[in-house]
């Protein structure tokens, strides 16, 4: 079956570097995304990466994919306050157009 | 494109009472997502329309629950009656599954509270 799973809090300080990670079980899936949920509001896609890919670099962030592991993780450099927020990632397998979600990781940036 | 709309934003209800929230996808998307969002279960994935019609509904958590799509721009979650453990974000999505990148593009949100 489906699982994603995330670490549920991480906290850094400002200007550090942040690494949020999941993993998934998924190995048929095609594409995989993280979004952001800023308190009060939606999920913002923020990057993704297709399977056959193992890195993509977007201005501060960097997404790894090991698809072996099964693992994919999400750096953000120089991390801001306007970084703290719940990140998600989210895998999809082209089966229904149905994404499955990560349990989310609350980042807190602290200065 | 104003993006997906919902509303309301904030609904509080008393225990019993219907409740219908509401939904405008982005024009020219063709599948619609209706998302639950807690604090103990996190994003659940309730139902999905392709072109208005009812995809997968499995999510829905039990017969209180219905969602309808009469037309390209327009869907409804209802509950009725509701209970105290409906409490909750509802969030509304929409894509076109032709984009290389099939994402979902997410409503801001109702934040549903049952008395």
């Known amino acids: 079956g489906e699982d994603v799973e995330q670490s549920l809090f991480l906290s850094v300080r400002e200007g550090d570097s942040s690494v949020i990670n999941c993993t998934y079980t998924d190995s048929s899936s095609t594409y995989l995304y993280w979004y952001k949920q800023e308190p009060g509001a ?3 896609l923020l990057t993704y990466i297709f399977s056959n890919m193992d890195m993509k670099q977007d201005q501060r962030l960097t997404v790894l994919l090991n698809k072996k592991d ?5 750096r953000i450099a120089d991390t801001q306050t306007g970084d ?4 998600f990632c989210a895998e999809f397998t082209g089966g229904g157009n149905k994404l499955t979600f990560g349990t989310g990781t609350q980042l807190k940036v602290e200065l | 494109d104003a993006g997906v709309i919902q509303s309301p934003r904030h609904e509080v209800t008393e225990m019993g009472q219907e409740v219908t929230l509401r939904c405008k996808p982005i024009s020219g998307h063709d599948y619609l997502f209706w998302y639950r969002q807690t604090m103990m279960r996190g994003l659940e994935l309730l139902i999905y329309f392709n072109n ?5 509904d499995s999510g829905m ?7 309808k ?5 327009f869907s409804t979650l209802k509950i009725q009656p509701s209970e105290p453990r409906d409490s909750a974000v509802y969030f509304c999505a929409s894509n076109f599954v032709r984009e ?7 409503g801001p949100g109702t934040r549903l509270t049952v008395l």
Not at chain 2, 100 to 106: A, G, K, L, N, R
């Open chain 2, 69 to 73: 799509m009469p037309n390209a721009s």
């Open chain 1, 42 to 44: 939606g999920l913002q």
């Open chain 2, 52 to 56: 208005n019609v009812p995809i997968d």
């Open chain 2, 100 to 106: 290389p990148t099939d994402t979902q593009y997410f």
């Open chain 1, 70 to 74: 099964k693992h994919l993780s999400l």
């Open chain 1, 84 to 87: 703290s927020a719940i990140y």
């Open chain 2, 61 to 67: 958590p039990e017969d209180r629950f219905s969602a």
